[in-house]
């Protein structure tokens, strides 16, 4: 267990060797966590096409494949399975290990086997299915782990894990009754925090202030927080697994003969645990911004190079990632629907 999903694919990216001069396949439509572990590693992403369906354009990955390449990461989009036969056979071919890329798939039936049992390798990300500030997994069904002790992540970094869940379920006033007593004390810690860095901006000049999306190379090596896992092993799966089904299908549902959009996956088949609901709209120009207005709970992957994959470039814009978590209440998931229902009606 390590503290992310990006430290795993460097983790992984790195001990089967690959670095400068190396290539590593990436699928087109991807996000910014997935290629910035990978240029870390001094290898070059080549990206790959898709499928309208998401699935892999199997033609081009093998025009892709080079004798340069080192690892071939594919991804579970939104917790449905690639088709893994072909890939696994061309990958075999060419003797490039299989990475699966589980970031939206922690949970599921794929064909009899968990998600990441097919390939060489598999990651996942914690906080994607869980209430946690860090956690990603590395596994493997097929090779041996060589895994050096992870470090203890320390007392500073556990505590930021911790206050920055506590930070997050009081803005989103998941604590009742302990939010009036909680939230006051947050906002003196936020003031004093702002002053503090602000002097420390000052002093040395520089914003230690890291970003969201970035990925530090100083959390390799990195066990996930004590905080983190004690929260992922006390997470009922049965709930999440349950609850995330019926906020998918209610999704479905709501969105059934809807003009100017269309869901990407038009059901939800048995052992399917989706991470999030993607809904194409035809106008996303005005849909995105008024939905960010409302503040509804979704975003996109825009960080998409033009010229590789039309799909993937047309997605960049199109395709919705709507938030289903099992911690969103019914009524939540209700006002959303209803949200995306007059954004794209407009
Ligand atoms: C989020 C994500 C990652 C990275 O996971 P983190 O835990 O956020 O580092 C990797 N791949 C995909 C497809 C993702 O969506």
């Not at 996303?284 to 033009?306: H, S, Y």
Request: proline letters at 7%; hydrophobic letters at 40%.
């Amino acid at each position: 267990m390590l503290t992310s999903g990006r430290t795993a694919i460097a983790t992984i990216i790195a001990s089967i060797g690959a670095g400068s001069g190396d290539e590593v396949l990436l699928p087109a439509y991807h996000c910014r966590a997935m290629v910035e572990p990978v240029r870390w590693t001094g290898a070059t992403p080549v990206l790959y096409r898709l499928n309208p369906d998401l699935s892999i354009d199997i033609d081009d990955l093998r025009t892709k494949i080079s004798d340069r390449t080192r690892g071939c990461i594919i991804v579970h989009y939104f917790g449905f399975p690639q088709e893994l036969s072909a890939i696994l056979t061309l990958c075999r071919e060419h003797g490039v290990p299989l990475i699966e890329d589980c970031a939206h798939a922690m949970y599921g039936d794929f064909d009899g086997l968990p998600p990441g049992a097919g390939g060489d390798y598999a990651i996942a990300s914690m906080t994607k299915f869980f209430p946690v500030a860090d956690g990603g997994c590395l596994v493997s069904a097929r090779h041996e782990l060589d895994s050096p002790a992870l470090r203890a992540a320390g007392g500073r970094y556990a505590f930021k894990s911790c206050l920055n869940l506590v930070e997050r379920a009081v803005s989103y006033d998941r604590l009742r009754p302990l939010n009036h007593l909680l939230a006051p004390l947050l906002r003196i810690k936020d003031l004093a925090w702002t002053r503090i860095k602000a002097t420390a901006t000052q002093a040395a000049n520089h914003s230690e202030s890291s970003d969201a999306l970035g990925f530090s190379p100083d959390t390799i090596g990195v066990r996930m927080s004590t905080p983190s896992r004690f929260i992922f092993r006390r997470t009922a799966a049965a709930r999440l697994v349950s609850r995330r089904r019926n906020h998918y299908r209610f999704f479905c549902d709501a969105f059934a003969g809807l003009p100017n959009c269309r869901p990407l996956v038009r059901n939800l088949p048995a052992g399917i645990v989706p991470y999030v609901f993607p809904l194409v709209v035809d106008v996303p120009q005005t849909v995105f911004p008024i939905l960010k207005f409302d503040g509804v709970p979704m975003f996109r992957w825009e960080d998409i190079p033009d010229g590789i994959c039309d799909v993937s470039t047309r997605y960049s814009r199109q395709l919705l990632q709507l938030c289903c978590h099992q911690d969103l209440r019914d009524s939540e998931i209700e006002w959303m629907a209803a949200a995306v229902r007059r954004a794209v009606n407009t």
